[in-house]
């Protein structure tokens, strides 16, 4: 046992020895040794071995990942979270002023736009396959930051499933997720985004100002896209008020919000911020033109103009109820005159007018609305005074009395009250109706007061005379029904035109019928003029 420990103490001491002439001979060699960089020889001064390697080894590196240094700012998720923060208006800047990965940017946003040129869109894994190989050798997290600023600066699109992703259809947690997720590598495709130019914004900020009185202070395509469609949708609410009173009213503007509400919808549903552009630049005339007819029916609605338009449209509605009776050159003409502005697409530069106008028919109006009150009131006195001397010389009038009494003075109260011709005439129908119904109603008590008689002298017959033992009951006398009926319901013609003795006997001989027509058996007939 001693012999075999003498043995591998004398083996491990040599095998220490060579081993520190072999690591003396190597270092000897490498100090003297040329080194070659990618088959091409490397000039090093030094002589002091590590030093030599981690040269030869930085020139390697160098070579291989020759674009390594375009990242000059280290990136992580926080950064990418940074770049989507609505607060968070300024660019990451190095100390001299330089936009930070400038070249690294440059670099991922021409590859991209050859895509994009080629009609292909380059998906978020082609770009990690191809930034971090050499010779870029970036990392994931420089990578993502470098689509997200590329993103955010506007300079690419992205699409998700087919559906475009924009910073105004999508949070910024919801952004965050495509860019960094492994899921989306394949999901997420970009491509190079056309933008608009200066006179394209120019005209989609006096669109703005010609239509919502406000004007974008970004300059990002997004944010005055954002901006635009935000005013559109406020008007658009504006507009669906307005066409609510209109049809409900009939105010004047119809045309100008259909056409807007087609016009500002089409641009609310827009994704694309160059097709927006695109678009508002095409047709800013129909803007321009849409903004001159919207400010004057929008002050409409808001001032006085509304009130007086709503008055003239309520006069005309009792006119029209009522034009049939009226006969009257005054009136007319004043009618004439207002239904002229109230039939415009755009009074409103006329509507000034209508308060004069108006109180013209007003005053002709209720001149021959007095003129036409006097029979009607005459009427229901008259309907008034036949009942009332008909029910006078019942023994039930106090019965009655009351009831009647407010019965004319609820349609007389009708007439003084109302201010349409139509209504006031056929208050006076409805007089001589009343009179009708009441007359008939005393009749129908007189027969329920005779038969009450009869049954009385049927129960209890008086000894007028005797035969035998019987007494002999008297003869009941016979009751006859009254009937009430107007002028107006046997004369079915509403005219007579009579120009010989023939004429008149034949409408007399219609009338005879129709009036025999009503006679009924134990009935008299009370015709009322």
Known sequence: LTKFETIKEAKRVEMRERSGNAKLFLVEAI?????YVNGDKASIASKEVTTRINDALGRLISSVYHKLTYIDTVMSEANIRSLFKSSNQQSLTLDGGKEANAHALTDMLNFIAVNSSAHLKTSMKSLMDRFMKAPYGFVEDDVEWLVAKLFKNGDISFA???SSVTLLNKSEDELVRYITKKEYLEKLLTERREKANDNQKKVVREVMKEMFGNSSVNDDDDSI??????????TLNELEKFEIMQNNIGLPGKNVVARGKSILRAVTQIQSPMEFFKKIYADRE??????????PMKAFFAGEQKTIFEKALKLMGIYNDSKTFIVDEVVESVVADIKAILQ???PYKEIPRLPELLENFNNAYMKVFDSMEAPVLAAIDDA???????LSIKEYKEQFSARFRKLFEEIYDKAKSCNNVATLQNVKVEADALKVRLLNEI?????????????VVAEK???YSSAGTKPVVPPLPKIKKRKNISIKTVNVANSWQIESVQDVDKYMAVLRAQIIKELEEDTVINIEF
Not at 384 to 390: I, L
């Open 225 to 234: 896209m954002r901006s635009f469609q935000t005013y559109s949708q406020h």
């Open 443 to 455: 009749s129908k008590k007189d027969e329920e007061l005779a038969t009450a008689k009869t049954k």
């Open 384 to 390: 008034h005074s036949r009942v009332f001397e008909e």
């Open 344 to 346: 415009k697409d755009t």
């Open 160 to 162: 998700v499933n087919g």
């Open 461 to 463: 017959p008086a000894d």
């Open 286 to 295: 129909d803007y321009f033109e849409l903004a001159e007819d919207y400010e």
């Open 31 to 35: 100090k003297q040794a040329d080194i």
